[in-house]
């Protein structure tokens, strides 16, 4: 399953990268993939696991891009 979401407070591609290296480590993603102007990011990942990966996800933003916020995109 593929979601999209939008980021706010994320302005650095090296913390974008650093970002996507920890998400990889988590169980249940299939891949993950930030927008070039770094406002989107697209997570694919089972079904069942997308709450825990998006709690920890969350949580990775804003440790690793000093506050970087994540919403879910209706599309």
């Known amino acids: 399953m593929l979601r999209s979401y939008h980021l706010t407070h994320l302005t650095d591609t ?24 770094l406002k989107e990011l ?17 949580n990775i933003c804003r440790r690793v891009a000093d506050g970087c916020e994540i919403t879910f995109m209706f599309r």
Do not use: C, H
């Open 42 to 58: 697209d997570v694919e990942a089972e079904e069942n696991s997308f709450s825990l990966i998006m709690d920890r996800t969350v």
């Open 14 to 37: 090296g913390k974008a990268e650093k970002i996507l290296r920890e998400m990889d480590g988590l169980e249940g993603v299939r891949s993950g993939r930030i927008s070039e102007d």
